[in-house]
């Protein structure tokens, strides 16, 4: 085993602490972020930092480092108040991946990497053709988070797009089945492979499978 | 390809859209958080929420619902500023998920799950001896989230216990040599399989792969 403290952690050269610091926290979520400037440019861009904040109403939340190109993102969602959240596959992580470059504003990264626009049900801002699992989210609140400058934006979710056969009765969305990819760290990108569902917890009885 | 209207969710019976809404944020970071009650009576909580907020300083955040079993988990966090987050790995993903079960406040879930409680380096919260990846969080901040009555405490990451052999030369971890599970919804435990790690993007090249 090998530790760490705090002063090693504060001591690390900067771009391996944020690799290090980045890690730590587990398997998270990636998506891209669809969106469109006032003037109808759309913009796509690739986050690791979105959270499920609760179903009633439905809520998620994002996190924006201000000093980097998500703040065209950001810009475009404090402007028109919508977004689209794309799910991740094989298929088109490298392309997801690239979004992530410091392209020109004038930019969209749809065309640069090769991604296709898709208007779904007159929503103003756009998703991803290629993703098989894809929602519409609203602004409701930006919480500046002062600590260390970064922004949260909670967004209700008001569309959602699923492939057939993945929901299963109870309302679960079998995301592995749809091909939904997780990240760790800032670049490693993972596929998943279910150990099992189990039933919810009570404190005399042990957790039993619901499907595997 | 099915669709979902925001009044179709909204009429969802409550069970379902929990499941659902919980469902599409994506793969999500899954650990169990360690803390001691003013007595010294340890606390085990399993959470979903978790996640990476900065490097420099190091923090996480972590979403409190008010109402549920993790109100222990909260309680003591405001009463002592120190919590213990310790990921989860097959060997113990049981005995995790059990520990969300809604067992009295003066059952320990260490005990009641047969999980062992450890103390590193004089941290007064407790750390899970089976995790094999750990570290120690410090209070900095509670932000009350209006929206919907949530909570987010956001942690300042004060020390690491990491096994050997998965610390790469550049910072990042190997989550999934360390095996370390994610989840999806809120019953859904997964390992992962690595795709690729990508080289940083930049505008005019193509990402290539720096570990499969």
């Given at each position: 085993?090998?530790?760490?403290?705090?002063?090693?952690?504060?001591?690390?050269?900067?771009?391996?602490?944020?690799?290090?610091?980045?890690s730590?926290?587990?398997?998270?979520?990636?998506?891209?972020?669809?969106?469109?400037?006032?003037?109808?440019?759309s913009n796509?861009?690739?986050?690791n930092?979105?959270f499920?904040?609760?179903?009633n109403?439905?809520?998620?939340?994002?996190?924006?480092?201000?000093?980097?190109?998500?703040?065209?993102t950001?810009?475009?969602?404090?402007?028109?108040?919508?977004?689209?959240?794309?799910?991740i596959?094989?298929?088109?992580?490298?392309?997801?991946?690239?979004?992530?470059?410091r392209?020109?504003k004038t930019?969209?990264?749809?065309?640069?990497?090769?991604?296709?626009?898709?208007?779904?049900?007159?929503?103003?801002?756009?998703?991803?053709a290629e993703?098989?699992?894809?929602?519409?989210?609203?602004?409701?609140?930006?919480?500046?988070?002062?600590?260390?400058?970064?922004?949260?934006?909670?967004?209700?979710?008001?569309?959602?797009?699923l492939?057939?056969?993945?929901?299963?009765?109870?309302?679960?969305?079998?995301l592995e089945?749809?091909?939904t990819?997780?990240?760790?760290?800032?670049?490693?990108?993972?596929?998943?492979e279910r150990?099992?569902?189990?039933?919810?917890?009570?404190?005399?009885?042990?957790?039993?499978?619901?499907?595997?």
């Open positions: 085993m090998t530790s760490f403290s705090a002063k090693q952690i504060a001591d690390m050269e900067q771009r391996y602490r944020a690799a290090f610091i980045n730590l926290g587990g398997f998270k979520s990636v998506v891209l972020v669809g969106t469109s400037d006032t003037e109808g440019l796509l861009a690739i986050f930092s979105l499920h904040l609760g179903a109403p439905p809520l998620c939340g994002l996190i924006f480092r201000p000093d980097s190109v998500e703040r065209h950001l810009e475009n969602i404090e402007n028109t108040g919508k977004y689209t959240i794309n799910h596959t094989e298929a088109i992580y490298l392309q997801a991946h690239q979004s992530s470059a392209y020109p930019t969209s990264e749809f065309s640069a990497t090769g991604l296709t626009p898709e208007w779904l049900d007159d929503f103003s801002a756009p998703f991803v993703s098989r699992l894809r929602f519409s989210v609203e602004l409701r609140e930006i919480i500046p988070i002062r600590l260390n400058n970064t922004i949260l934006t909670i967004g209700q979710i008001t569309g959602v797009w492939p057939d056969g993945i929901l299963q009765p109870d309302g679960f969305i079998d089945s749809a091909g990819l997780t990240c760790s760290g800032l670049d490693s990108y993972h596929r998943t150990l099992a569902r189990l039933t919810y917890a009570k404190p005399d009885t042990w957790p039993e499978v619901i499907l595997k």
